[in-house]
């Protein structure tokens, strides 16, 4: 797993890399985790299942990251680390985390952005590159 922050004027992206699609798209909620939390690590005490689908593999990344913003915002939840199964364009996720009593210390994320964003396969692996707007 490779997370690499890129510095951005307005938004947070950062580029993950990983050895599946799946391990990715993993690694992506880890990611936004880190971002939300602002770097601290989030213990795993409670579940939540995120089931989707999408047109494609980059809409499908999409949609995943506005759940986990969803969840931050409608049910007070962060994820801290997430299972996942892809089957052609669809997700299923069992994602673990916490859920926050408080807001202070912890970023607010405003949506996911296509703007920069891409999910591809490479030499060993899978890269992609998430956009958040904060």
Not at 45 to 57: A, F, P
Not at 84 to 104: D, F, M, Y
Request: proline share 0%; charged share 30%; glycine share 6%.
């Amino acid at each position: 797993m490779t997370v690499r922050f890129v510095s951005h004027t307005a938004d947070v992206q950062f580029i993950v890399r990983a050895s599946t699609k799946a391990k990715l798209f993993e690694e992506c909620a880890r990611a936004f985790s880190l971002c939300v939390a602002e770097g601290k690590r989030i213990s795993s005490r409670e579940k939540r299942t995120i089931v989707l689908s999408g047109e494609d593999d980059l809409s499908l990344l999409y949609r995943f990251m506005d759940e986990l913003i969803f969840f931050v915002d409608g049910e007070r939840f962060l994820v801290s680390n997430a299972h996942v199964v892809l089957a052609k364009n669809e997700l299923k996720a069992i994602c673990e985390g916490i859920r926050l009593t408080h807001s202070k210390g912890f970023r607010h994320v405003k949506a996911a952005t296509y703007s920069e964003m891409y999910l591809k396969k490479q030499r060993g692996g899978w890269e992609a590159r998430v956009v958040l707007d904060v």
